[in-house]
Structures are given as structure tokens and as C-alpha cells.
């Protein structure tokens, strides 16, 4: 079992910045890849942006320039970094990890609980 908590969400004003933390934890051999996804009331789940073991990153347009994913691989955690936040940035900030748990690779691909990020003035 590979549990993913996330913390660093809150209310902020429009142009303000939060910072969350995910950690992973539990039986891991090696994650391939996190990432943060986001959803916001009646609409669905969204990538944010997610970064590869290899450190590649990848972002959703309405997040580029603003928002920054950064990974601490012996930590088994990543952050994100968000400047610039926007009322249309309000939504749960969910983590997510897939990887292997063993040395079969069995895969994993789990998710956190989400942390609130409200953008408001």
C-alpha cells in the first residue's frame, strides 16, 4: 500500500502564492512519476503538472509561468510551488504517484486525500 498526503493548501488573496508538499510513503521500490491534479466544484478532476523520475516536467497551459512542480526523489516527495494565483485557480489539489512496489515491478498508482486551495479576495 503507497499512502500520499498532501498539505500546504489555504485561502490566499488573487496574486498571492501557496506552496504544497505531497509525501509518499509505504511500500515502494521506485515512482515513475507525481504529479498534482485539481478539481473544482461540479467540474472534473484536471492535470495541474506532474514531473518524471527522469525530471522531465510537463504543465497544463493556464499554470505555465505560474506555477512550478519540483521532486525530492530521496524524500519520495513533490512540491508545488504556485505564484500568481487566480479566483479560477480555486479548487482541491489532489497528489498523485504511479511506480513500482517491488522489484517485479508490480505497479502502484495512487492518490492523496486533496488539500483545499481557495483564491479569494
Known amino acids: 500500500q503507497v499512502h500520499l498526503v498532501e498539505s500546504g493548501g489555504g485561502l490566499v488573496q488573487p496574486g498571492e502564492s501557496l506552496r504544497l508538499s505531497c509525501i509518499a510513503s509505504?511500500?515502494?521500490?521506485?515512482?515513475?512519476?507525481m504529479g498534482w491534479y485539481r478539481q473544482a466544484p461540479e467540474k472534473q478532476r484536471e492535470l495541474v503538472a506532474l514531473?518524471?523520475?527522469?525530471?522531465?516536467?510537463r504543465y497544463s497551459d493556464f499554470v505555465k509561468g505560474r506555477f512550478t512542480i519540483s521532486r525530492d526523489v530521496a524524500k519520495n516527495t513533490v512540491y508545488l510551488q504556485m505564484n500568481s494565483l487566480k479566483p479560477e485557480d480555486t479548487a482541491v489539489y489532489y497528489c498523485?504517484?504511479?511506480?513500482?512496489?517491488?522489484?517485479?515491478?508490480?505497479?502502484?498508482?495512487?492518490w492523496g486525500q486533496g488539500t483545499q486551495v481557495t483564491v479569494s479576495s
Open positions: 509505504g511500500t515502494i521500490f521506485k515512482i515513475y512519476s
Open positions: 498523485n504517484a504511479d511506480g513500482a512496489k517491488n522489484s517485479n515491478l508490480d505497479t502502484f498508482d495512487s
Open positions: 514531473v518524471t523520475s527522469a525530471g522531465t516536467t
